[in-house]
């Protein structure tokens, strides 16, 4: 991914309430069970920052977020770096009431260029993931809850 790429934005159908799909983007009890499952910590607060290992194909990729803006039930903001390698992203939930069926829209904005010879870094690879975690994961993960 690339400042010259410009920022990927989804927006996805999500069959919630506002307050369920809050809790399921910021409470640490409800992030492991569909987000990254060895997240330790996480707070919905400006300045929080939390780290945790993932390793695939042999990489190591240590994320470092960093809550930069929070507004309750409508939108967080963190972002997102690697320990091992260059580049730095912002990460935007926002929740968006729509006539019959609540968004939310993802929204990844590149401020430094991240190794474009990692396929994890690909700008595929990243819409890729958000299909999964929200489109799959997310959505499963509230279904089952409701």
């Known amino acids: 991914m690339t400042r010259a790429e410009g920022p990927i934005m989804l927006e996805y159908p999500i069959n919630t309430s506002v307050d369920k799909l809050w809790s399921a983007l910021v409470d640490l009890e409800e992030m492991v069970q569909w987000y990254f499952d060895n997240i330790p910590d996480f707070k919905a607060e400006v300045g929080f920052q939390t780290q945790f290992l993932i390793a695939n194909e042999g990489r190591n990729f240590t994320h470092l977020w960093e809550v930069i803006r ?13 320990a091992e390698y260059p580049g730095k992203s912002i990460l935007t939930f926002s929740l968006l009431p729509a006539q019959e069926q609540l968004k939310l829209k993802v929204m990844v904005e590149v401020l430094e260029d991240f190794p474009q010879d990692i396929p994890e870094f690909k700008r595929e690879s990243c819409v ?17 809850s409701s």
Not at 72 to 82: F, L
């Open 70 to 82: 929070v507004v309750t039930k409508k939108e967080i903001s963190y972002s997102w770096q690697y």
């Open 128 to 144: 890729g993931g958000w299909n999964y975690f929200i489109g799959d994961s997310l959505t499963a993960y509230l279904s089952a």
